[in-house]
């Protein structure tokens, strides 16, 4: 992915120091405890978010709205250059849902503003039949603002 527009310059600086660092971890869990040590900080820059939600209503180039994603309401905002992460927004609006699906990656999330429940399934059958699943909810955390 090339560089962020120069008015993200914090964003970019903020996704080159995970790249440096999230490398030198073999480990997923290892990448994983990091980011989530780091997102916080992250999503309680009102202000990039302001400039970001804002790039997307005046339709420019970054990020950009015409990339073909899973989901019409994700945005990517960085992708590694190693592929080592991504980091995507998602905007969601009052009532709005994801259907069920599963993730081919790890991820840590949070949110920016306003409330999210998510609802975590786990697949209990063998997967041996094709077009079904056999799931069991597991957990529905409430994501909240950082204050």
Not at 82 to 99: H, T
């Amino acid at each position: 992915m090339s560089r962020l527009p120069e008015s993200l310059h914090e964003l970019q600086t903020i996704f080159d120091r995970w790249s440096e660092s999230i490398q030198n971890y073999k480990d997923m869990e290892k990448r994983i405890f990091y980011i989530g040590k780091e997102m916080p900080a992250l999503l309680l820059n009102r202000q990039l978010f302001k400039k970001i939600l804002t790039n997307i209503v005046k339709g420019r180039n970054y990020p950009d709205a015409r990339q073909a994603t899973m989901f019409t309401n994700e945005f990517v905002l960085y992708i590694n250059n190693r592929r080592l992460f991504s980091v995507r927004l998602y905007i969601y609006e009052p009532g709005q849902y994801s259907p069920i699906h599963d993730h081919n990656s790890w991820g840590v999330y949070g949110c920016v503003l306003n409330t999210i429940e998510v609802v975590r399934y786990r697949r209990e059958d063998d997967e041996t039949r094709p077009g079904y699943a056999r799931l069991r909810e597991i957990e529905r955390p409430i994501l909240q603002r950082l204050v």
